[in-house]
């Protein structure tokens, strides 16, 4: 399977615990999307790469959160603290710039409950 | 101000009938594209149809083409021949273009929920 893969695809966790998800995008994609995504309501964009460098972050993105993509690869999305309301689905996308207007190809997202 | 607007919170649509769910957008780019994603209730976002602001044709890919209507910021889905499986939610979204300082990054609509009864 070459496309975007999330890990873990569930996740229950306790208010005030740490999460990290992971993203592995589709090989030689060099975009990398976080999108949140809660009940009724459309994807949220949170953060965006190109290779390693992080070049734009949502005001969604508060200090809590936390994005990595060390070698231009994988990513993490880390969550401090949990809060309740981070309770969504939170969808990693990748795109090659040329590939058809910069299309985005989704992962199968990661949910989280925070109880 | 909201940048897509899909103004149809539910459709539902006879198997083997055609159905649209409409689409507007607003940008002030002249450069920029469109794009609609299906997502079943499994929750993955799949990629069904792109069309670029230039393009001077209708996109189409299978059972889906995208009715652009330029002047009126309309990107409405047409899905002919509606299929039991076509049930999900919709959604559309645009990107706008780096000329004017865009950043590439898609900004996504509520959605639409089709739902295709037999």
């Known amino acids: 399977d070459t496309g975007v893969s999330q890990d873990p695809r569930h996740k229950i966790t306790k208010r005030g615990q740490n999460v990290t998800f992971r993203c592995d995008p589709i090989s030689e994609h060099n975009r990398l999307y976080w999108y949140r995504q809660t009940l009724g309501q459309g994807p949220e964009f949170l953060t965006y790469f190109q290779n390693e460098a992080q070049l734009e972050k949502s005001r969604l993105l508060s200090d809590r959160f936390s994005a990595e993509r060390p070698k231009g690869s994988f990513s993490t999305l880390e969550i401090q603290r949990t809060e309740q309301g981070d309770s969504a689905m939170y969808l990693c996308?990748?795109?090659?710039?040329?590939?058809?207007?910069?299309?985005?190809?989704f992962g199968e997202g990661s949910w989280l409950t925070v109880v | 101000a909201q940048k897509i607007t899909q103004t149809q919170p539910g459709m539902f649509v006879q198997e083997k009938e055609a159905v649209t769910l409409d689409c507007t957008y607003d940008?002030?780019?002249?450069?920029?594209?469109l794009f609609w994603y299906k997502q079943p209730s499994s929750g993955e976002m799949i990629f069904l149809i792109y069309q670029g602001s230039y393009d001077e044709q209708n996109a189409t890919e299978g059972r889906y083409s995208l009715n652009f209507q330029k002047a009126r910021k309309s990107a409405n889905l047409v899905i002919s021949a509606s299929q039991l499986g076509d049930s999900a939610m919709y959604f559309c979204?645009?990107?706008?273009?780096?000329?004017?300082?865009?950043?590439?990054?898609?900004?996504f609509g509520r959605g639409t929920s089709l739902i295709v009864h037999p």
């Open positions: 940008t002030s780019d002249q450069s920029y594209g």
């Open positions: 996308a990748s795109s090659f710039p040329s590939d058809q207007g910069n299309t985005i190809y």
């Open positions: 979204a645009m990107r706008e273009g780096a000329l004017t300082g865009g950043s590439y990054i898609p900004t």
